[in-house]
């Protein structure tokens, strides 16, 4: 099995008419990935890319696909240990286990305000089009403030009391 310990790149070179240079990475201790990589690999396991902080960055079927940067690890695994949702949850890898990471509530919080503000912003420029240009209707000035009204609770909301935060209601058509 393949491991990569704390990446550096080695060398820097323009290969035929590429516009960009080729990057060649070494380990720690001095071996070339692309040497280790084509004499080792056999084809059949995945591979996955550390941080220094153990979080998993990225992970391929192939090495040839995996992203790498100065700093990380890469390490072979097998595809039965990869777990199925390694594209949607965040992981750290030690001691060859993957240890899922629950996101903060704060973090989730933001998010979620984040999205219902742009919800919001999307929803109000084609309604504050239409005032601005003095074509609005009942509807959408009902529409507009509503959407206003959303986004002003929204800003006021208290995110350090997450997961306990009362949403405001996403406004519907207004009558």
Do not use: H
């Not at 060398?11 to 071996?31: A, H, I, N, R």
């Not at 079927?61 to 390694?86: A, M, Q, R, W």
């Amino acid at each position: 099995m393949i491991t990569f310990k704390n990446i550096k790149i080695s060398k820097q070179v323009f290969e035929g008419d590429l516009p960009v240079p080729v990057l060649y990475f070494e380990d720690e201790s001095g071996k070339d990935w692309y040497t280790l990589r084509d004499q080792e690999w056999k084809g059949k396991n995945c591979f996955i890319a550390v941080d220094q902080n153990d979080f998993v960055t990225t992970w391929s079927e192939n090495p040839n696909f995996l992203t790498l940067c100065e700093g990380v690890s890469v390490y072979e695994v097998t595809p039965k240990k990869l777990p199925g949702d390694i594209g949607s949850q965040i992981y750290r890898y030690q001691g060859g286990r993957f240890i899922t990471v629950e996101p903060l509530a704060a973090d989730v919080a933001e998010q979620k305000k984040t999205a219902l503000l742009t919800q919001a912003a999307t929803a109000i420029a084609p309604l504050q089009d239409a005032v601005d240009i003095e074509d609005a209707t009942d509807k959408e000035l009902a529409s507009l403030n509503a959407w206003k009204k959303f986004r002003v609770a929204l800003n006021r909301l208290d995110l350090s009391t997450a997961p306990d935060i009362v949403w405001p209601e996403v406004p519907e058509d207004v009558a």
